[in-house]
């Protein structure tokens, strides 16, 4: 039987390819992306609510990063990002809904679109959208920092599909330089995603713009 790649549709910076990329390399399955931009009518034909990434599998026409990461992990990875016991299990499924929910639209809208709208589209930089998200970042980021004093994985003992949402939505987050300077005071965050980031599966999808070590996207460094 021919191995299984995965399709994925989707822009390439962004969180979630990411995250469906590395549920991927952590099935040991081969990954394509072809760039399709949210809001293309390409994009529309996929996800009626126009969001990247969208995949193909299997024969199977995939939308939302939560149903695409617990097919390929059941499917090709025997389920081995997510806990059979079930407090663990409720614990991954919270962290993800709390990253789905609160973490990405919040740091999305209010650090990292605006950093990357100023440093790619040239487009003048948003500070006040940036200031008045700031303490809600902090916030959410403290919340984070607790659980990560209390366990080395979000689920608990074990690696798992939550620790990838919340490292690839935290990430970006390090790499401006607003959150940088938050996480620097938060160390046991910082040592975390330290530590997750060494992962190889998360080494294979790091961004262009962090291979080059010019990682920051909210100032040349
Ligand atoms: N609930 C979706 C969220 C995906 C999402 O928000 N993707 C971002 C890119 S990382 C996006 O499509 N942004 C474009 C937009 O919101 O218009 C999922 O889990 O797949």
Redesign the pocket.
């Given at each position: 039987m021919a191995e299984p790649t995965l399709h994925i549709y989707?822009?390439i910076m962004?969180?979630?390819?990411r995250i469906v990329q590395t549920v991927a390399e952590e099935a040991s399955i081969t990954w394509t992306i072809t760039a399709t931009p949210?809001?293309s009518a390409e994009n529309k034909r996929r996800h009626p609510f126009?969001?990247?990434?969208t995949v193909e599998i299997d024969g199977l026409s995939l939308?939302?990063?939560?149903a695409i990461c617990q097919y390929i992990d059941n499917a090709h990875n025997g389920g081995h990002l997510q806990p059979r016991d079930f407090a663990a299990r409720a614990e991954m499924d919270r962290w993800i809904s709390i990253a789905?929910g609160y973490l990405?639209p919040v740091a999305e809208h209010g650090l990292l679109m605006p950093r990357l709208a100023h440093r790619f589209l040239k487009t003048p930089l948003r500070s006040d959208i940036i200031e008045a998200a700031l303490p809600q970042i902090a916030e959410h980021l403290g919340i984070v920092c607790e659980r990560v004093e209390e366990a080395p994985y979000f689920a608990g003992t074990d690696f798992s599909l939550a620790d990838i949402f919340i490292y690839c939505i935290l990430r970006p987050v390090q790499m401006t330089a607003e959150g940088d300077n938050l996480i620097s005071q938060l160390l046991p965050l910082r040592h975390w995603l330290n530590k997750i980031g060494q992962r190889p599966t998360l080494v294979a999808t790091r961004w262009e713009s962090e291979k080059t070590q010019s990682i920051a996207i909210g100032t040349q460094r």
């Amino acid at each position: 039987m021919a191995e299984p790649t995965l399709h994925i549709y989707g822009t390439i910076m962004s969180t979630y390819s990411r995250i469906v990329q590395t549920v991927a390399e952590e099935a040991s399955i081969t990954w394509t992306i072809t760039a399709t931009p949210a809001g293309s009518a390409e994009n529309k034909r996929r996800h009626p609510f126009q969001k990247v990434p969208t995949v193909e599998i299997d024969g199977l026409s995939l939308f939302e990063s939560v149903a695409i990461c617990q097919y390929i992990d059941n499917a090709h990875n025997g389920g081995h990002l997510q806990p059979r016991d079930f407090a663990a299990r409720a614990e991954m499924d919270r962290w993800i809904s709390i990253a789905n929910g609160y973490l990405f639209p919040v740091a999305e809208h209010g650090l990292l679109m605006p950093r990357l709208a100023h440093r790619f589209l040239k487009t003048p930089l948003r500070s006040d959208i940036i200031e008045a998200a700031l303490p809600q970042i902090a916030e959410h980021l403290g919340i984070v920092c607790e659980r990560v004093e209390e366990a080395p994985y979000f689920a608990g003992t074990d690696f798992s599909l939550a620790d990838i949402f919340i490292y690839c939505i935290l990430r970006p987050v390090q790499m401006t330089a607003e959150g940088d300077n938050l996480i620097s005071q938060l160390l046991p965050l910082r040592h975390w995603l330290n530590k997750i980031g060494q992962r190889p599966t998360l080494v294979a999808t790091r961004w262009e713009s962090e291979k080059t070590q010019s990682i920051a996207i909210g100032t040349q460094r």
